[in-house]
């Protein structure tokens, strides 16, 4: 079955430091990925996708992610944090569904520290 | 560019009453529309995905007659929660999937918080 998984939690990094907040999806071909961004009270906010084509992609805030087929990830990297950063992030999946239905992971809530 | 707005933004109301939420493409034409719900510091779970013109399809164990879905234009969802009780009290986010060009993005609403006494 088709799933997303994020296996971390909650992350807290420092101001300044890097970032990498891990995504895994399990399907049998590639699928199309997103990363979003969700403040507290607040929708969803698209930071970059995945459909084909170069696998570094680059988003917005300063965000990229990266498509590694062989480990079936799509990991989301930024080289310094802000603090306006600290927000949920939701890894997303469309397999290809008529539809275009999304799958999420649990989400990453990302502290930061001063 | 794709702006998804949904109002109201909070509501309150009684249990036994309805309630409606709308869900609107600002900028494009959505020719299919999502619901979903999202409990306290939980993932998004869809409800039921919506087509212009079309019934909607809604995801298994969610009640179609309590979660009734109207998707009367291409720029136009709305989600009316009936006869609501605490256990409906969630976050409902709606998003929407552009006709052509961001065929495969859902743009997302900034939510519609329902808290039900």
């Known amino acids: 079955a088709q799933s997303v998984t994020q296996p971390d939690i909650h992350i807290t990094v420092s101001e300044g430091a890097s970032l990498e907040l891990r995504c895994n999806y399990s399907?049998?071909?590639?699928?199309?990925l997103f990363w979003y961004v969700q403040s507290p009270g607040q929708g969803l906010q698209l930071l970059l996708k995945?459909?084909?084509?170069?696998?570094l992609v680059q988003g917005i805030k300063g965000f990229e992610a990266e498509f590694k087929r062989s480990q079936s990830s799509f990991n989301l990297r930024k080289p310094s944090v802000h603090w306006s950063d600290a927000a949920e992030y939701f890894c997303?999946?469309?397999?290809?569904?008529?539809?275009?239905?999304?799958?999420f992971g649990k989400g990453t809530k990302l502290s930061v520290k001063p | 560019g794709a702006v998804v707005s949904q109002h109201p933004s909070r509501v309150i109301c009684k249990s036994g009453t309805s309630v409606k939420i709308e869900c609107r493409s600002l900028?494009?034409?959505?020719?299919?529309m999502f619901w979903y719900r999202q409990f306290p510091k939980q993932s998004l779970m869809l409800m039921a995905t919506?087509?212009?013109?079309?019934?909607?399809?809604?995801e298994q164990g969610v009640e179609k007659d309590k979660f009734l879905i109207n998707h009367a234009s291409l720029t136009l969802s709305t989600l009316t929660v009936t006869s609501a009780h605490p256990e409906d009290s969630s976050f409902y986010i709606c998003?929407?999937?552009?006709?052509?060009?961001?065929?495969?993005?859902?743009?997302f609403g900034p939510g519609t918080r329902l808290t039900v006494l």
């Open positions: 399907y049998g071909a590639t699928p199309y």
């Open positions: 995945y459909f084909s084509g170069d696998t």
């Open positions: 900028d494009f034409q959505a020719t299919t």
């Open positions: 919506s087509n212009e013109g079309s019934k909607a399809t809604y």
């Open positions: 998003s929407a999937r552009a006709l052509a060009g961001r065929a495969d993005t859902q743009y």
């Open positions: 997303g999946m469309n397999y290809g569904g008529s539809q275009g239905n999304l799958i």
